[in-house]
Every structure is written in C-alpha cells, then in structure tokens.
C-alpha cells in the first residue's frame, strides 16, 4: 500500500539521522515504539487525509537531527499522542517503556492541544502546566517545539482559525520559548513561518529583496573572507566559514523597530568562523588569537565587541563578536566560535548533554544549568503567586521570556545576569525581595542613583534600604523583570487587601454610629455617590482619607442618590457632584454585539455604510487599505486592527477563536485619523514647510502638530484626516523630499 511505503520510508529515514549520531544506538526501543505508536493510529488519518503516523515521525525527526536528542526523546515524540488520540493509557506506556518516557508522554499530554483555549483563565491554567512539566524535565518541552515546528511546516493544513491561533501562539510563545533555551535555527524557522502566515505580502517582498541582494552578498562574502582564510591557513587552524543571512522576519522586526526601509538595513550578512580546537582547554585561547589575527587584517569597531565567551548568556551561547570594516566601506559582524559553541548555539540546551565532560576548564556546563535552573525557579517563584488577571499572568512570563541579558556586579564582586534595560530595583528584587520592599536608592558605580536608574553591562551595584520604605503603585511603570513586577503586584494586592479592611471597618463603625448597617446596597449607593463601581476602591478610599464620611454619603445611603441628587437641588449646592460634561455624538457609536449563531468564518467586510458597527481603536488607527484583521473582544464587539499592530499580535496569540478575517471595501468618501512622526535637520521655516505641503499642497485637516527641536534635529507628530493609506504613503513620500528631511513614518 502506498500509504505505508510512505510511513516506512519517513521511519527509515529517522533511523537513519539518529544511527548517524553520537547516541548509543538503541534501536529495539524506538523501533517498538514505532510499532506501539503505529497500532494505536493505525485508522486515523487527519483532515488532510494523510496518515496519522506522518506527523509522530516527523517530529522524532527533528528531536533526532535538528535538536541531537537520543533514543528517550525520540520514542517519546513518536508516542506523544497516543494518550490524547487513542484508547491506551499512561499506565501502558509506563509498563512497556518504563517510567522515564512515561512521565515525559504524560506532560506532553497535559499541554496537548496548544498553550492557550478559549477563555483567559483557561490560557493561564494550560500555560501553567506547561511551564510545570517543563520544570520537571526540560525534554517535555524540546519535544513540544519540536511538535509546533512540525505543525508550522503544514500550517496550510488548517483551518483559518486554527491557523491564526497557532500562528499568534508561535509568536508569543514558543519562538521566545525556543530563544530562551539555546534553540537559534528552530527560534529563527519558528519566526519566520508564522510571519509568512501574518504578513504574506511583506514577506514576499523581503525574499524578493533577499533574492535580489544574494549576488552582491555573495560577491561580499568572498572578497571579505579571503584574506580571512588565507590567515586562518597559515595559523594552522582547522575551521569553516559560513555566511549568515539575517531572517525575513528579523529583517522585518527592524524595519517596523528602527522605521527603515530594506535598503537601510546594513547587517543582513554577518560572518561565522567555526573552528576545531586541538583541546577543550584552549578553544577560548584560540578564539582570542583568532580575534587578534582578524583585527589586523581589518579595522575594528570599538563599540561592537561583545565577548559570550567568560560568560555565557543564560541560555548557553557562546562566541566572540567582532565587527570589522570591510574592503567595500560596509561594516560586517563576524562570529567566532569552537564547533562546541556551534551546536549549543543552533541545538541549545540539548546540546549540552553531547559535550558532558569533566575536562570543561571554565565549568561551561555547570554555569549553563545554573542559568537554566535559575531562571526556572523564577518561573516557579511566579507560578506560586496566583495572579488576579490571567493575561497579567501571562505577561509577566513573556517579560522573563523575552529578556537579552547583561552582566552587572555585586558590591563583593560577584557576577549577576541581568535582562537588557533593568533597572536598579530590578536588581534589588533579583537578589532578595526584602531588599526590593525596602529599597530607596541604589550606588551604581559607586555613585548614587534613583531606583529606576537603568543598569548597563559591567556595573557594580550597591543597594541602598531603608525599614520605613514600602512597595509603591508607581514602580510597576518602570522595573522590566517578570520577577520584580510579579513581588511588587504581590505585595500591593496584600496592602490593597489590608486598606480594603481598614476601610470596611470604618465604614461599619459610621453606619452604626448613624443606626445603619453595612450591606452591598449601602456601598452600592456610596460608590454611585462618588462615580466608582469597584467597591474595594471606595473602601480603600474610604481607609486612606481620600473620602470623608458625611451629609453626602448618609442622604445617598438613606433615600438613594436620585432622592438625595434632588434634595441637592434644593439649595444643598455644596454636595452637587461634578458631572462630566457630555461627549459631543460621533458616527461611530452605535456598535453591533454579536449573537451566540455569528458565523466566526466570515470575513468581516468594511464599507462606508457599515463602518458604524466597528471599532477602530486608537492603539493603531487603521485605514483603508492596511492589511487587517477582526477581533471579537469581552462585550461581543467587533474591533478592528492593523496585522502589524503590538494589541493585535497579543490578542492573536491569546484569543486566536476571537480572530475573524476583515478587508475594506470603502469608496474613498470617509477621512480616518493617522498619526506620523517626521525627523531631520532643523533649519529656518523647516515647520513651514511641512505645514505648506499637508494643507496647502494635499488640503489635508490637520488635526494635531507638536514639534522640538533639539540640538538642530526637527522632531514633529503630526495628526491628520486622510481616506486611505495609498494617500498616506504619497505624503510620506513627499515629506521625505523637503530639504533636510531625513525620516517620516507611521504611528
């Protein structure tokens, strides 16, 4: 039959790449799983119709060739559904394979089906379990990213909402997972899938540009590298040297971050040197030599030597970073590093488990499960504290997620990895919650700072406390640790709990001093009084003195607040309350809410006749003609968002069954905001200029303008009407060419 050639020839194929590694060979085991694994699909195919078995097999590939992992993880990968899809039980896995692939089959089982569902506590509880069962042992989730690697290669095969929802959850999740854990080239496919998904058209454009760009690239390499090689020969250095073109999606990641086109991106072609090294001991040394030999033929940059090598980042990576001016004036990153240092950076943390030796010089191993086991503690130190808002929860995870580090110092000496941009109360927080609760400034080499000071590489810090300092609302807006944002929530939930007390019990004392009693229609009346519908604020209020309980607060609790408005109006002027004034009516007000029966396959079509229906929000002020998308938000609302937007991406990734398809269909006759930002050289009548063009030239309503100058740059945002953002791209365009313009893009 051709559908098992097809199953068999996929299996010799794994066998294949894992007798080719350096593995024991145990093949008896994974040929019974395969056997195990094929009886319990044996009549299960998938929407697509291709066999079942296609998918298991696929994924203990990449465990074995793409991750190096061993005989474990690959039966493991090829059982990893049986439980979820079959009638077998963890108890017959347990019996047949033993316990170890048992427990690893059992966690994968406990996340089947993706991190996130429907409803948001159901996201954190899923995410809960998979960040437990990763803290159990670490292949659970290698073979997890192994699966959504797998499923992303075919995400064709999906539906259009699975397809948004395991798209969105890549993004979030599993790409920065895969960072985190040493996993570079999964981390980079991972990327670039789900932004071929998200974005077509731009990444298109990116591949066409690549395609265009490869010849001079490759003409680049070549000249630079020779000279390179012709030195490496002559040391006697055994080594390859590979070109690193970046990613479509990096590349599109610092177009939208820097607001440049493609041409401006300078780093696209990076250079590796990987080297053999004659022992384990001296590959640091041979790195530095390798250094020393470069520097020579070419100049250097001073502020573009990044050294891993001393101290690796948390996630393993090693190398030597130099930035070197070319023959052709282009500045070009080269990497150095060992072979060793090449499979951690690609294969990550599974990696590590190839090169176990005691002849590490450096206790490379060690330091890397510290870091790992370090940061899985900080994940378990946020699992412990159950947070209020499930997507608060899971935001505190991405910060820990997402993090570069740097490296800073005690005031002992000691080394402390630290993320990129923390602040001093991060750190004070990283080291002990009681120093983070009491701190109030920070010396930063050996010079005194405030607690939202930002760390850089190599600093030296010193904590400064104090017994009467408390945690305050107004550090959440500047600590960047999942760890410290977690404590510092924490701890003011415990002080909201603790005022929320205070308060009741003063409010129950005043109601039995005027013969009432504390019931929910009491606090009702209170909170309609003063505006507030929450009443542990009104309590709160009530214990800090921001309310005073009086005349006001006994006529609301007595006749209710329209008896006591109109007894206000009788001359008791003192207690009118302040009445926002009413919003002037606009067109888009009358929003539909959606019925159970809403068909969530349609797209949503915008025209001018229906726009009132819809929400534009302001977090990225579509138009016509962007690339959008729908989302059905917690009222049954439909909002609309750019694709590109930062809300639009998170939403995607966590409520991906709330993501409807939406395009424009608009005939040019309504005006929407848009927002841009210009910057060049300041000079005299540069603001005129700008002004002359969008009103005169274009008749565009601008609706905002703020400009600086500062220090002879012109920085100005402006705020208009426009129909559609073909207009938009024009103005820009225009803008761009006023003498001494140098960058205009979009909010």
């Not at 192994?146 to 909402?161: A, F, G, P, S, Y």
């Not at 090449?342 to 943390?349: H, R, S």
């Not at 609706?703 to 207009?727: A, Q, Y």
Request: hydrophobic share 40%.
């Amino acid at each position: 039959m051709e559908e098992r050639k097809l199953i068999d020839e996929a299996f010799s194929e794994l066998l294949k790449h894992y007798l080719s590694s350096n593995h024991r060979k145990k093949v008896d085991v994974i040929q019974k799983a395969f056997n195990f694994a094929m009886r319990a699909h044996e009549n299960d195919h998938r929407a697509s119709g291709e066999h079942y078995m296609i998918h298991p097999i696929a994924v203990a590939t990449i465990v074995s060739k793409e991750m190096g992992l061993g005989s474990t993880s690959i039966c493991a990968a090829l059982l990893h559904d049986v439980i979820d899809g079959t009638d077998y039980t963890i108890d017959d896995i347990n019996n047949i394979f033993g316990p170890k692939i048992a427990q690893i089959v059992e966690g994968l089982t406990k996340i089947a089906g993706g991190i996130f569902g429907d409803k948001a506590s159901e996201q954190a509880d899923n995410f809960k379990k998979l960040l437990l069962t990763m803290s159990e042992d670490i292949r659970v989730i290698l073979i997890k990213i192994c699966d959504r690697l797998d499923n992303m290669r075919h995400l064709e095969r999906q539906d259009k909402e699975k397809q948004n929802k395991i798209a969105g959850e890549t993004l979030y999740i599993y790409a920065p997972l895969a960072n985190r854990l040493g996993l570079n080239a999964i981390k980079t496919e991972l990327e670039d899938l789900s932004f071929k998904h998200e974005h077509p058209q731009e990444y298109a454009e990116i591949e066409q540009s690549l395609a265009y760009t490869k010849e001079r690239l490759g003409e680049l390499f070549d000249n630079f590298t020779a000279p390179i090689k012709a030195v490496l020969d002559s040391m006697g250095i055994r080594y390859t040297i590979k070109a690193r073109v970046k990613s479509p999606y990096s590349i599109w990641n610092k177009m939208q971050k820097k607001h440049v086109s493609f041409d401006e991106i300078y780093d696209i072609l990076a250079v590796r040197i990987i080297f053999t090294p004659l022992s384990q001991q001296e590959e640091v040394n041979e790195c530095f030599n390798i250094y020393v030999a470069l520097t020579k033929l070419y100049k250097s940059h001073p502020d573009r030597l990044r050294d891993w090598l001393s101290q690796p980042k948390a996630n393993g990576y090693q190398a030597l970073h130099v930035t070197l001016m070319s023959a052709q004036g282009q500045w070009i990153e080269v990497q150095i590093r060992s072979k060793r240092m090449d499979d951690i950076a690609e294969q990550g943390f599974a990696a590590h488990w190839k090169y176990k030796s005691d002849e590490d010089p450096m206790n490379t191993e060690r330091v890397v499960e510290d870091e790992l086991n370090g940061w899985l503690q900080t994940i378990k130190e946020i699992l412990d504290d159950p947070q209020p808002d499930a997507m608060d929860f899971l935001d505190a995870i991405k910060l820990n997620l997402f993090a570069s580090e740097i490296f800073v110092f005690s005031p002992k000496g000691d080394i402390i990895t630290m993320p990129t941009g923390c602040t001093a109360l991060d750190y004070a927080f990283q080291i002990h919650t009681f120093l983070g609760t009491h701190c109030i400034g920070a010396k930063v080499n050996h010079k005194l700072v405030p607690l939202s000071h930002t760390l850089r590489g190599g600093d030296q810090v010193e904590i400064i406390t104090s017994s009467s300092q408390h945690v305050k609302p107004e550090w959440i807006n500047f600590v960047t640790t999942a760890k410290a944002r977690n404590k510092i929530q924490a701890l003011l939930r415990k002080q909201q709990r603790a005022l929320v007390k205070e308060g009741e019990e003063k409010l129950t004392e005043w109601l039995s001093q005027n013969g009432l009693s504390l019931t929910t229609s009491t606090l009702d009346r209170i909170s309609e009084t003063h505006n507030e519908k929450n009443h542990d604020k009104i309590l709160a209020a009530i214990a800090q003195g921001d309310i005073t309980l009086g005349e006001k607060e006994l006529n609301a609790v007595l006749y209710g607040t329209k008896a006591a408005k109109k007894t206000r109006s009788q001359g008791w002027r003192r207690y009118i309350p302040f009445i926002k004034p009413k919003v002037k009516e606009v067109v888009r007000n009358k929003y539909i809410t959606i019925g159970k029966d809403f068909d969530k396959t349609q797209t949503i079509v915008i025209t001018e006749d229906n726009i009132q229906h819809y929400i534009l929000p302001d977090c990225c002020q579509p138009i016509p003609g962007d690339n959008i998308l729908a989302y059905i938000n917690k009222k049954n609302q439909i909002e609309i968002h750019r694709r590109s937007c930062k809300e639009a991406q998170r939403l995607q990734s966590s409520f991906g069954s709330n993501i409807l398809e939406a395009q424009w269909n608009m005939r040019g006759e309504m005006v929407f905001n848009a927002t841009i930002t210009t910057r060049g050289i300041d000079r005299k009548g540069m603001l005129k200029d700008v002004t002359t063009l969008l009103a005169d030239i274009f008749d565009i309503d601008i609706h905002r303008l703020s400009t600086l100058s500062d220090d002879g740059i012109f920085n100005c945002e402006i705020e208009f009407k426009v129909k559609n953002n073909k207009i938009l791209e024009i103005v820009a365009d225009k803008l761009l060419q006023i003498d001494g313009m140098q960058s205009v893009h979009r909010i």
